[in-house]
C-alpha cells in the first residue's frame, strides 16, 4: 500500500477486525478516518452489483459527480473491466479477503495520474456479502481535480489480503541498534 489514505484505512479496519475476518459495518467512526474520509466509500450489495451507499468529496470530484446510488462498475467505461470489478468486490465478499489495486487513469483533457483503490470486507447486522469498505486516492492530489474529470482507469496491479494475515510489519534487531532489517509482506493462502 503506498497511499497514505489507503494506509491508514486498511489499519483502521484491521485494528476493528481483530481475529474477525471482518469487522462490523456499525463500528466504522468516521472520526478515525477522518485524514482519509475524502477518499473512503462504502459499497452495499445489491442485485445489479455493488453500489456506492456513501462516497467522499475527493472521489466524488475525481469523476465530478457524485457517486452515491451508483453502481461501482459504471467507473469503468469499458464493459468486459466493468464485469472484472464486480468479479474483485464479489471475491472482497465471497472470501472475506481484501483486496489493493493500483489503477491508470486518464482524464478528459488527457492528463494521467495513478490511483490506489481498497476494497476490505465489513459486515453488517452480522450478516457478510453486505457492504465493502473501500477507499480510492491519488498518491499526491492533481492539480486538475475540479477543473477536468477522470474518463478511463484500467488496473495495472492487483493483491489480495487473504484472511488471517497481518499488514506488513518490521522486525527489529534485540540488539542495540534499532534499525529495520527485515519486512514481512503478507503473501498467499497458508
Given at each position: 500500500?503506498?497511499?497514505?489514505?489507503?494506509?491508514?484505512?486498511?489499519?483502521?479496519?484491521?485494528?476493528?477486525?481483530?481475529?474477525?475476518?471482518?469487522?462490523?459495518?456499525?463500528?466504522?467512526?468516521?472520526?478515525?478516518?477522518?485524514?482519509?474520509?475524502a477518499d473512503t466509500f462504502v459499497l452495499e450489495n445489491e442485485p445489479i452489483g455493488p453500489v456506492f451507499r456513501l462516497a467522499g468529496t475527493r472521489l466524488c470530484a475525481l469523476f465530478g459527480r457524485e457517486q452515491r446510488g451508483r453502481a461501482f462498475a459504471a467507473l469503468w467505461p469499458d464493459v468486459e473491466a466493468q464485469g472484472e470489478m464486480r468479479r474483485l468486490v464479489q471475491t472482497v465478499m465471497d472470501e472475506s479477503a481484501g483486496a489493493v489495486a493500483g489503477l491508470a487513469a486518464e482524464t478528459i483533457g488527457g492528463a494521467t495520474v495513478h490511483l490506489e483503490l481498497l476494497l476490505l470486507p465489513?459486515?453488517?447486522?452480522?450478516?457478510?456479502?453486505?457492504?465493502?469498505?473501500?477507499?480510492?486516492?491519488?498518491?499526491?492530489?492533481?492539480?486538475?481535480?475540479?477543473?477536468?474529470?477522470?474518463?478511463?482507469?484500467?488496473?495495472?496491479?492487483?493483491?489480495?489480503?487473504?484472511?488471517?494475515?497481518?499488514?506488513?510489519?518490521?522486525?527489529?534487531?534485540?540488539?542495540?541498534?534499532?534499525?529495520?532489517?527485515?519486512?514481512?509482506?503478507?503473501?498467499?493462502?497458508?
Amino acid at each position: 500500500m503506498k497511499n497514505p489514505s489507503t494506509r491508514l484505512v486498511f489499519n483502521y479496519w484491521d485494528t476493528l477486525r481483530g481475529e474477525r475476518s471482518a469487522p462490523e459495518r456499525g463500528e466504522i467512526e468516521p472520526g478515525a478516518l477522518r485524514h482519509a474520509l475524502a477518499d473512503t466509500f462504502v459499497l452495499e450489495n445489491e442485485p445489479i452489483g455493488p453500489v456506492f451507499r456513501l462516497a467522499g468529496t475527493r472521489l466524488c470530484a475525481l469523476f465530478g459527480r457524485e457517486q452515491r446510488g451508483r453502481a461501482f462498475a459504471a467507473l469503468w467505461p469499458d464493459v468486459e473491466a466493468q464485469g472484472e470489478m464486480r468479479r474483485l468486490v464479489q471475491t472482497v465478499m465471497d472470501e472475506s479477503a481484501g483486496a489493493v489495486a493500483g489503477l491508470a487513469a486518464e482524464t478528459i483533457g488527457g492528463a494521467t495520474v495513478h490511483l490506489e483503490l481498497l476494497l476490505l470486507p465489513l459486515r453488517y447486522r452480522g450478516r457478510t456479502h453486505a457492504r465493502v469498505l473501500g477507499a480510492l486516492s491519488p498518491a499526491v492530489t492533481p492539480e486538475w481535480l475540479g477543473l477536468d474529470t477522470l474518463d478511463s482507469m484500467r488496473m495495472i496491479s492487483l493483491r489480495m489480503i487473504w484472511p488471517g494475515t497481518q499488514a506488513p510489519r518490521q522486525i527489529e534487531s534485540t540488539t542495540a541498534e534499532k534499525r529495520p532489517k527485515l519486512m514481512l509482506l503478507p503473501g498467499g493462502r497458508a
